[in-house]
């Protein structure tokens, strides 16, 4: 069973580039979340999605960000005419959804963004 | 609101000392619990977990208990090795909200 896959790995963006982060969640998982780790900081929660549905973006920029998650193919991460602040570590995680309890989350190995 | 408050790092020791990271939470009601490792380069992996007040969660060695009187869930080993130089994070969720603590770095040198 595969874990949580991120793609890609490193991405380097120059400033005003857009950036793209995808995230497969685990077989049977319905449930995406999204957070960013700045260098040296705890991770931040940034949004959290099911399929077609974005359940709560309360850690979302305003501007510039934005994410989905279709019902075919991976969630994705959509940072627009990025800069310098935006360089940080982009962990997805996932989780089943079971009625009245809370699932634990897997993390997938991030995609770490460089912007010059 | 929810939140998680670890001790701040770095922590360095030699190999084969005990090893505590003290993690307390604010939650309503009852939370879970989460210890996650990030080694060098890597994303994070589940460590262990409590779901209820007096749960002992544990794996490789490590072991945390949910302790609710004193809102804590700290992190300990009896022996540590050089492999487990990581990143350490608490976590709890409550509801679907996920909150983590801001990771503490561990450095066992041999």
């Known amino acids: 069973n595969a874990g949580v896959m991120q793609n890609p790995r490193h991405l380097v963006r120059r400033r005003g580039q857009e950036a793209r982060l995808r995230c497969s969640p685990m077989?049977?998982?319905?449930?995406v979340y999204w957070y960013r780790q700045l260098p040296e900081e705890g991770l931040k929660f940034m949004v959290y999605?099911?399929?077609?549905?974005?359940?709560?973006e309360s850690g979302m920029p305003k501007e510039r960000f934005s994410a989905e998650f279709p019902k075919e193919g991976p969630s994705i991460l959509r940072i627009q005419q990025v800069v310098r602040g935006d360089s940080a570590a982009y962990f997805c995680?996932?989780?089943?959804?079971?009625?009245?309890?809370?699932?634990?989350?897997?993390f997938g190995p991030g995609t770490r963004l460089l912007v010059l | 609101g929810n939140s998680v408050t670890q001790m701040e790092g770095p922590v360095t020791l030699s190999e084969e000392a005990f090893l505590t990271i003290n993690c307390t939470y604010t939650a309503t009601g009852y939370p879970s619990l989460f210890w996650y490792v990030q080694y060098p380069g890597e994303g994070l992996q589940l460590l262990l977990k409590?779901?209820?007040?007096?749960d002992k969660g544990s794996n490789k060695g490590f072991e945390a208990t949910y302790r609710k009187e004193t809102t804590s869930f700290h992190l300990e080993k009896g022996s540590v090795q050089v492999s487990d130089s990581a990143v350490y994070f608490c976590?709890?969720?409550?509801?679907?909200?996920?909150?983590f603590g801001a990771g503490t770095r561990l450095t066992v040198k041999p």
């Open positions: 976590a709890l969720r409550r509801e679907g909200d996920m909150r």
């Open positions: 409590a779901t209820k007040a007096d």
């Open positions: 999605l099911q399929k077609e549905n974005i359940i709560d």
């Open positions: 995680a996932s989780s089943p959804y079971v009625a009245g309890r809370q699932e634990t989350q897997y």
């Open positions: 077989k049977g998982h319905s449930h």
